[in-house]
C-alpha cells in the first residue's frame, strides 16, 4: 500500500508506504483448505453429514453430503426444519418432531428415524446433536451429525428375524441345541 505525498505546488515530494507478508495468512488459508477437504472425505466415507440449527431464526444449515444422504445436490436449495421434516417418513415425523421439543431440558439427542429421499428410497439415518445455550440457559444452537444406517440396521434386522424362525423351527419340531467348551467344561 503507496501513498503519494506532494509538495506545496503539487509536486511530488516523496511516497509513503507499508508493505505486508501474507505468507503466514496464505500458509494458515492453504492449511485450512486441506483439513476441510479431509474433513469432507471423512464424512463421505463414514456415509454421514453434519447440520446445525440457529433456533431463534430457524435456519438450518446441512454440509453437502447431507445433502446427498437425502438425494440432494449440495446447497441446492435453503433447509429449514419445515423441509426437512418433509423428508422424515411419515410413520416417524411426529416423533421426530417432538423430539426437537426435548431441547429444553436436556443436552443431548439420539435417535434414530427413517427418511424417504428425493428419489423416493427409504433410508434409515441415526441423528446425534447437542444442545448449546447462552448464558441464561437457553437453547441457542443444536449441532449434530446424521448417519445413513440403512446397510447396518436392514442386516440387524434380517438377523433378528431369521434368530426368531430359527426358534420357531426348533419349538415346531421339539429339537434343541447346545454347544460344549472342552477346555472349560463348560
Known sequence: IARLHKDKN?????????????????????????????????????????????????????????????????????????????????????????????????DRLDYTFRIITREGKTRILRSVARVQRNSKGEPVYLVGTERDITEKQTLIDRLTKSEELYKQAQMLTHVGNWSWNTKTNE
Open 10 to 106: 503539487g509536486n511530488p515530494d516523496y511516497i509513503v508506504g507499508a508493505e505486508q507478508d501474507i505468507t503466514e495468512k496464505d500458509q494458515l488459508i492453504d492449511k485450512l483448505t486441506r483439513k476441510e477437504e479431509l474433513y469432507k472425505q471423512a464424512e463421505e466415507l463414514a456415509n454421514m453429514g453434519n447440520w446445525n440449527l440457529d433456533i431463534k431464526n430457524n435456519k438450518l444449515e446441512w454440509t453437502d453430503q447431507l445433502y446427498r444422504i437425502y438425494g440432494m445436490k449440495p446447497q441446492s436449495e435453503a433447509i429449514t426444519t419445515e423441509r426437512f421434516l418433509s423428508f422424515v417418513h411419515p410413520e416417524d415425523r411426529d416423533a421426530v418432531a417432538g423430539r426437537t421439543e426435548n431441547i429444553t431440558h436436556k
